[in-house]
Each structure stands twice: as C-alpha cells, then as structure tokens.
C-alpha cells in the first residue's frame, strides 16, 4: 500500500477525512458523505491536509528512525511485528544494531517513524564521525548481540546510548529509556498507527468519519 496525505474537513457536526490528491481540490468539489452536500466553508474551516506521519528515514539526517520490516503493515495496530530503530548520520545511511552487528544501511528504512533530533535542515559538527565511533564499540559486535537483548539493549539500547553519549559530550545529562520513549517515541508511534488505521479504512471505503 502506497501511503498518502489526508484531507479533514468538518460537516453535520461530524470530522470527515478523505484521500487528499495531489492538487487541492476546489471545496465546492468536496461532497459530506452524511448528506450528500458540498460544504461551504469559512475560511477558518477550509480543509486542511494531514501529513503522513511515515517518511523516507533516508531523506532525513541526524534522526532517531523507527521501522517495521514487514512495511506498513508491522506498523499497524492490527499486528504484532517487532519493531526497528535506528539513526541516520547526516547522508541519510540509518545505522542500527542487529544480529549480525552494526547495519550501515542505504535503503530499508523508506517507511519510518522519525524523531527529530536537531533542527530539521541541521547537524550537529562531526555527527558521523561520533557516531562511526559509537557503531565501533565492542559492545555492538554480532557476539554480544544475544547479551545486549538479554538485557532489553539491543537496537534500542544502541540508537539510545548514541544519543546519551552525544549529550554527555555536550554538558548535558542523559536521557532514561523511560522519558525517552513516553515523551518522544511512543506519541508518534500511536499517531502512525491512528492514522494508519484511518488510512487504510479510506481507501477501503472512501472516506472515515469521527
């Protein structure tokens, strides 16, 4: 399935979202799948288009990346697939530990979750060399794999520890698993898979109301 961008609009008293097309369409084109009608809009309800919340984790720098193997599909509410992380270095490469080591990847991660961690457009000085340090660790060698998910490390524990690393070496203090994946991860997690859902019961059917 080809992930696209929505478009929300109010009427009856209900939030309507269709598939919003590449060129906004004119409102007097827009039909209320309750009445029938076109709905005429102030320009405080014009429709407004909601993004995608999955991007291209190659087209980012300098992120924290999440991503199913299995595609949209392993981020859906309706399975139960692990999930991946990652960080992009400033070329977009997603570094992140597996089985086999650290994977420097140029592609995989087309449809991921992302977490920003500098200005978007921005990167910290010497960001792939620091993290090409990290990645170099003995800590994240194929061997120690088992050790690391023993402990509930693994890719997490890598892309986390990157990140508490980079801080400390800035003066700041580190962040804990906790904080980090309530405050930044898991919103956008639930956002993805909401819309997801929304998404999908769009093109099934032509429009979701709320």
């Not at 799948?33 to 909601?50: D, I, K, N, Q, T």
């Not at 087209?59 to 990346?65: D, G």
């Not at 980079?166 to 904080?179: A, D, N, V």
Request: glycine share 8%.
């Amino acid at each position: 399935m080809e992930l696209g961008d929505l478009l929300r609009f109010s009427h009856c008293g209900r939030t309507v979202f269709t598939v919003a097309d590449a060129a906004p369409a004119p409102a007097g084109l827009l039909r209320c799948p309750e009445c029938g009608l076109a709905p005429s809009f102030s320009l405080a309800e014009a429709p407004v288009r909601v993004r995608a919340p999955v991007v291209d984790g190659h087209r980012t720098s300098c992120c924290f990346l999440v991503t199913s193997w299995h595609g949209l599909d392993g981020l859906s509410e309706e399975t139960d697939c692990e999930l991946h992380v990652g960080i992009s270095n400033s070329q977009g490469v997603v570094l992140s530990y597996t089985e086999s080591g650290v994977q420097r990847d140029q592609n995989g991660w087309e449809q991921s979750i992302v977490v920003h961690l500098v200005s978007p457009g921005n990167c910290i000085p010497n960001w792939d060399t620091q993290l090409d340090h990290f990645a170099a660790m003995d800590m994240w060698t194929a061997d120690r794999f088992e050790e690391q998910r023993e402990f509930g490390s693994c890719c997490y524990g890598f892309a986390l520890g990157f990140i508490n690393q980079l801080m400390m070496s800035q003066g700041r203090q580190p962040i804990t698993r906790e904080h980090f994946t309530s405050h930044l991860v898991l919103p956008r997690v639930e956002a993805a898979t909401k819309y997801l859902a929304v998404f999908r019961h769009v093109c099934r059917h032509g429009y979701w109301m709320a």
